[in-house]
C-alpha cells in the first residue's frame, strides 16, 4: 500500500486561508468516508484535527475544516495562526482493510 | 482523561524482537480499539495495527509477519512485539486510542536498533 500523496510543504501569511490535499486512489480515499488529518508539532505526538472526512472532534478549533472529492481529500485552516505552523497528515482506510498514511506537509507561516 | 504511556526498551538489537507496553489511564481498555503507530526520525507516520479488547487484531501488510499485538484487560495495558528487527525499524513508537481514527496518543518511545 503506497503513501497517500501530499504536498510536501504549505505557507501562508497569518489570517490567511490555506489548503492541504491528499490524493490517493479508488481504492482508499475514493472509496470511503474514512479521512481524518493529524498536526504535529516537532517532538510531540500527532493531534487529530479532523476524522471522518470532515468532523471535528471536540476542542479543536473551527478553523479547521475537512472536505473530499473524488480520489482527494483537503484540510483546510483559515485564518492561520503562527501555532498552525506544524507538520500535518492525512489518514484513510483502504479496500484492502488497512490504513494508509499521506506523505506529510509542512505548513510555514510566514 | 484518558493518558496513555509507552514503555519499554530504548535500544534493541538487530535480529532480536522489540517489545513495548502501552499502559491507559484514566478510563478503561474495554470496548474500544488500541493502536500502535511509528514513525522514523525525521520520517512519516506508519500505521503498525490494532487490537480490539477482545483480543481481534489486524496488522500492516508489510510487517504483519513479524508483528504481534496482545492486550492484558486485567491491567489495562496494550503491547507490541515486533521481531528480527533491523536499523530500518528504528522509530519512535506511538500507542494511539482507536482503530481508524486516533484522538488519544501516548507521547512516542524511541527504539533505536543498534548493536
Known sequence: ?110 | QVQLQESGPGLVKPSETLSLTCTVSGGSISSYYWSWIRQPPGKGLEWIGYIYYSGSTNYNPSLKSRVTISVDTSKNQFSLKLSSVTAVDTAVYYCARGGGWWGYWGQGALVTVSS
Open chain 1, 1 to 110: 500500500q503506497s503513501a497517500l500523496t501530499q504536498p510536501a510543504s504549505v505557507s501562508g501569511s497569518p489570517g490567511q486561508s490555506i489548503t492541504i490535499s491528499c490524493t490517493g486512489t479508488s481504492s482508499d480515499v475514493g472509496a470511503y468516508n474514512y479521512v481524518s488529518w493529524y498536526q504535529q508539532h516537532p517532538g510531540k505526538a500527532p493531534k487529530l484535527m479532523i476524522y471522518d472526512v470532515s468532523h471535528r472532534p471536540s476542542g479543536v478549533s473551527n478553523r479547521f475544516s475537512g472536505s473530499k472529492s473524488g480520489n482527494t481529500a483537503s484540510l483546510t485552516i483559515s485564518g492561520l495562526q503562527a501555532d498552525d505552523e506544524a507538520d500535518y497528515y492525512c489518514n484513510s482506510y483502504t479496500s484492502s482493510n488497512t490504513y494508509v498514511f499521506g506523505t506529510g506537509t509542512k505548513v510555514t507561516v510566514l
